[in-house]
């Protein structure tokens, strides 16, 4: 499922809040918590995102006329776990639970909470996960949102990740721009993005000697159709598939992809590129599948050796030219269809392989408007 970024805003001065809500909600947040001495903000926050109101029963009149005054925005009510008076006074108005989990009580109180609420963001105390994945486990049956206040975008991602699903929300307290945008950048390349995966038309293949040639070790299990899109240009690359087909002298390694020469781009999450000279354990690539659905991958290891290499030119039906150099030798693989692989050196012109075209133009990785030649 996707997952939500709101952020908070609560005890800022209404001009620094405005100046935080407005990059958050620019970069992609879909929340924005509040305090009632905020609420000169509201009408400069579009209508289709939740505000989270924090607020106690001895301000309840105040957030009802709020709520009315505002009926066109959802409006999410989040107050103290154990104000119960609060829950008769908003019966008619969405509820949710703001708690501090600080020992094994007050986590058990934020499961309880989570039977009756549809919206619990919780305040870990404490830097473990633990608690979190206790309570995700707990509340999935509740079909709720459970959120986790975070400081720093690595914690937020993590935070994403957790007992697999993760928390289905996440809401950051930091006026650092450099934070809010990480967590974006970090949580959006969890749920997956989908590339355009076209057919390409094999022009020829070309034993080239001897080259440097790098393995990709992720960190997942790859699935028997997916790879990494691999190119020499800028103008986009081939899919690579993982090592996941039948070899008769050694066993599968499901968790690599034989990538190709040393000087390669490799597709990264956020559309960026990397060589594979520059690949490291712990940085970030895409895992490509047939259909087009990719999802980021940790590099576990990085190896690098000699090897025999052979160039794949190929071009797309819009004229596009893309070329692959990869190991010379039959057990690397390239996907040329969604449940088909072709063994590369088998190849032959008029083949089709699968690929993956851009726009010509980088820089550091990042895609540049520029007169770019590359052949």
Not at 30 to 51: A, E, S
Request: aromatic fraction near 6%; glycine fraction near 8%; hydrophobic fraction near 35%.
């Amino acid at each position: 499922m996707d997952k939500e970024l709101w952020i908070d805003v609560t005890g800022l001065s209404e001009k620094k809040a405005y100046e935080v809500v407005s990059y958050a909600l620019n970069t992609g947040y879909t929340g924005v918590c509040l305090d009632q001495k905020q609420f000169g903000l509201v009408d400069k926050i579009p209508k289709n995102n939740k505000l989270l109101i924090k607020t106690d029963y001895d301000n309840k009149d105040i957030i009802k006329k709020f709520i009315t005054e505002h009926k066109d925005q959802r409006v999410i009510v989040l107050f103290d776990g154990s104000d119960k008076k609060i829950k008769t006074v908003f019966e008619e108005n969405e509820l949710g639970v703001f708690i501090t989990i600080n020992d094994k009580e007050s986590m058990e109180k934020a499961i309880q909470l989570s039977k009756s609420y549809k919206t619990i963001v919780i305040h870990f105390e404490s830097v473990t996960n633990i608690p979190l994945e206790l309570v995700l486990a707990y509340s999935q049956q509740y079909n709720n949102t459970i959120c986790k206040l975070i400081t720093t975008g690595e914690d937020g991602w993590v935070a994403s990740m957790t007992m697999e699903m993760g928390s289905q929300a996440v809401l950051l307290k930091s006026t650092n721009p450099e934070e809010i945008k990480a967590l974006k950048d970090k949580v959006e390349s969890l749920t997956g993005t989908k590339l355009s995966i076209e057919e390409l038309k094999v022009e020829s293949i070309q034993h080239i000697g001897m080259g440097d040639r790098v393995c990709i070790d992720t960190t997942s299990k790859l699935g028997e159709d997916e790879g990494m899109i691999l190119g020499s240009t800028s103008a986009g690359g081939i899919l690579v598939s993982s090592e996941n087909h039948f070899l008769p002298y050694m066993e599968l390694r499901p968790f690599r992809v034989n990538a190709g020469a040393i000087h390669s781009y490799v597709l990264c999450p956020n559309n960026q590129t990397k060589y594979l000279s520059e690949l490291r354990a712990g940085d970030e690539v895409l895992a490509v599948n047939a259909s087009g659905e990719a999802r980021a991958v940790s590099v576990g290891r990085i190896k690098m050796e000699r090897r025999p290499l052979l160039l794949i030119k190929s071009v797309a039906v819009n004229g596009s030219k893309v070329n692959v150099i990869v190991q010379d030798d039959w057990h690397i693989r390239i996907q040329s269809g969604k449940e088909e692989v072709k063994c590369s050196v088998l190849l032959e012109p008029g083949d089709t392989v699968l690929g993956y075209t851009m726009k010509e133009g980088r820089h550091l990785g990042v895609a540049i408007d520029e007169t770019i030649i590359e052949k």
